[in-house]
Each structure stands twice: as C-alpha cells, then as structure tokens.
T-cell receptor
Framework: ETGVTQTPRHLVMGMTNKKSLKCEQHLGHNAMYWYKQSAKKPLELMFVYNFKEQTENNSVPSRFSPECPNSSHLFLHLHTLQPEDSALYLC???????????FGPGTRLTVL | AQSVTQPDIHITVSEGASLELRCNYSYGATPYLFWYVQSPGQGLQLLLKYFSGDTLVQGIKGFEAEFKRSQSSFNLRKPSVHWSDAAEYFCAVTTGGGNKLTFGTGTQLKVEL
C-alpha cells in the first residue's frame, strides 16, 4: 500500500450504531487530519493530530471521537450519529504541521 | 479569518480548449496556496502549490497557476483540456505557521468531446 488509505470506503449505519473509520498513511508523516465533505459545502477540518497529540478540534460534536495510536494510524469512532452527518470523510497526512497535506480516498458515510 | 472564493460553480469546456479556473483568497499575511482535484468517489489529489518564489508554478497533468498578490488571486490554467480532466477542482489557502487549510467550495469541470 502507498499513500493514504482509508477503510471502509462505504459505510451505512443506523443512528444507534457504533462504528469506526480507519486511516493509515504509508508516507512517514507526523501529522494527520480528519475532514468532512458535505454536498455543496466547503471541506470542513474536524481534527488535527501532530505526533499523536491532538492539536485541533474544530468544534466537532462529541458523537465523533478521534483516536491516534501512532503517527501512521488515525481512527474516527462514531456513535449515535444523525442523518445530517452523512458525508464523505477524508483523512489526510503531512510531514509536519506546516507541510503539504496528502489525502486518502475517503469513506462515504450514510446515516439512516 | 482567511477565506477562499471560487466564483464559478460549474464550467464546461470543449476538449482541446484552454481552461482557467478562478480562485480569490482573503488573508492578511503571505498565503500558502494550493489546488487540488477530486474525481468522482475519490479523495483530493494535489495539483500544485505556491509557497514563495516564482509566482508562476507548474503542477502535474499539465496544469499551472499564477499567484497575483495585487489581485489576491491564484488562478489555475491549462492550455489544452483533455476529457480525463473532468472533475471537481478545489483551491485552498493556509498560513506558513500552521496547516489549517481553508478550502473554496470547488468548481465542477465538465469536458465536452
């Protein structure tokens, strides 16, 4: 695997389910990011991790819970989501907090 | 707060025609500027970036962009569009001291054969 990978690519879940999104970067980067891409809205930065430490939480609801166990892996734990949370969730990584970001293919999430 | 405006939501061009996608930013300090492309169902791929130096930057797939400080613009150009260029294009800006990217709303490019 090269670059930034995300699994699953598609996820359908009910509002009472608990699921997790996984991101893995194979670039040796130290910073990782979660973005939300909704229809007709700009990409929204959700969380930033730099050397496994969370450095940014962009007022994201607590039903989204990130986890960064090491610099290569980033998770987004989901619970009791709302239909308006349906979106494409993109992961990105960069060498450090000031460098160019490289994106994964995203997870298309549908909340029923 | 920094912001990015992509005034064209949709653009249609004929294959082989030239292309210019507009991007205007609002930021007080020297910006770091990016263009990304997103094909359907895919993530964002970096086309090119401007940090400093020559204001005309070359990217992948034959794209280039020119930074014009006086106009607060970073327009993307390609002299001859290919059908495979049909995608959505995003302009983004950040500062040099942090990486909180601010994206525009995107321009959807359609290429007519």
């Amino acid at each position: 695997e090269t670059g930034v990978t995300q699994t699953p690519r598609h996820l359908v879940m009910g509002m009472t389910n608990k699921k997790s999104l996984k991101c893995e970067q194979h670039l040796g980067h130290n910073a990782m990011y979660w973005y939300k891409q909704s229809a007709k809205k700009p990409l929204e930065l959700m969380f930033v991790y730099n050397f496994k430490e969370q450095t940014e939480n962009n007022s994201v609801p607590s039903r989204f819970s990130p986890e960064c166990p090491n610099s290569s892996h980033l998770f987004l734990h989901l619970h009791t989501l709302q239909p308006e949370d349906s979106a494409l969730y993109l992961c990105a990584s960069s060498q450090d907090y000031t460098d160019t970001q490289y994106f994964g293919p995203g997870t298309r999430l549908t909340v029923l | 707060a920094q912001s990015v405006t992509q005034p064209d939501i949709h653009i249609t061009v004929s294959e082989g025609a030239s292309l210019e996608l507009r991007c205007n930013y609002s930021y007080g300090a020297t910006p770091y500027l990016f263009w990304y492309v997103q094909s359907p169902g895919q993530g964002l791929q970096l086309l090119l970036k401007y940090f400093s130096g020559d204001t005309l930057v070359q990217g992948i797939k034959g794209f280039e962009a020119e930074f014009k400080r006086s106009q607060s613009s970073f327009n993307l150009r390609k002299p001859s569009v290919h059908w495979s260029d049909a995608a959505e294009y995003f302009c983004a800006v950040t500062t040099g001291g942090g990486n909180k990217l601010t994206f525009g709303t995107g321009t959807q490019l359609k290429v007519e054969l």
